[in-house]
Every structure is written in C-alpha cells, then in structure tokens.
Nanobody
Framework: QAQLVESGGGLVQAGGSLRLSCAAS????????MGWFRQAPGKEREFVAS????????KYADSVKGRFTISRDNARNTMYLQMNSLKREDTALYYC??????????????WGQGTQVTVSS
C-alpha cells in the first residue's frame, strides 16, 4: 500500500479557499480509490469526498457538496481537495486514505498525520 502525506492546510477566513494535497509514495497509487476525511475537535472522523481510480466517479458529503472538489493526478501520484467558500464548521484535521472498492465512502489502510484546516470568522 502507498504511504500518504497530507499538506496544504492552514488558517483562512470564512469564505476563503484552500487546496489540500495528498502525496502518495510507491507505484500503486493509480490502482486505488482515494478519499478525504476530517475530524473536528470532540467529534468522530467523517467522510468528506472520494474519487475512483481514474477520476470518473466522485462522491461528496452533503455538507461540502458544491463547495469542495476532489481530483487526482495519477502521473504525479497526488490527490487534491479544492475547498472554496470555507465555513467555520469546516475547521478540522483533514486526512487522506485509500477507499474500499465496494464502498466509496469507506476507508481502509493506515491514517497519516493529517493537515490542519482552521477557518476563522
């Protein structure tokens, strides 16, 4: 399984934008469905978005639909999450992970360190 490293988080005002990256090592990145998850303080980790191996199928949590866009570049072994119109409730630690073939909202594999996104009002 690929090693995953998240980056791109930061502090942004409400209404602003950020783009997260998930860099994968190894040669098998293109063989996996991939996804983003987030965990806010005191809450359970939740699904944000996922994308299939070739980028033809995307799924989003209702809370981010229309504001976030997931994409991937298999040549660069990297997945992205473009986050626009950010809200305070988007504040969380964001993680990427591989996604089960049977369920595009279900992660498997080890979790990385994540990247912190903080949205101020």
């Amino acid at each position: 399984q690929a090693q995953l490293v998240e980056s791109g988080g930061g502090l942004v005002q409400a209404g602003g934008s950020l783009r997260l990256s998930c860099a994968a090592s190894g040669r098998t990145f293109s063989g996996f469905n991939m996804g983003w998850f987030r965990q806010a303080p005191g809450k359970e980790r939740e699904f944000v978005a996922s994308i299939n191996q070739i980028g033809s199928v995307r799924k989003y949590a209702d809370s981010v639909k229309g504001r976030f866009t997931i994409s991937r570049d298999n040549a660069r072994n990297t997945m992205y999450l473009q986050m626009n119109s950010l809200k305070r409730e988007d504040t969380a630690l964001y993680y990427c992970n591989t996604i089960r073939a049977s369920d595009l909202r279900s992660p498997f594999g080890s979790w990385g360190q994540g990247t912190q996104v903080t949205v101020s009002s």
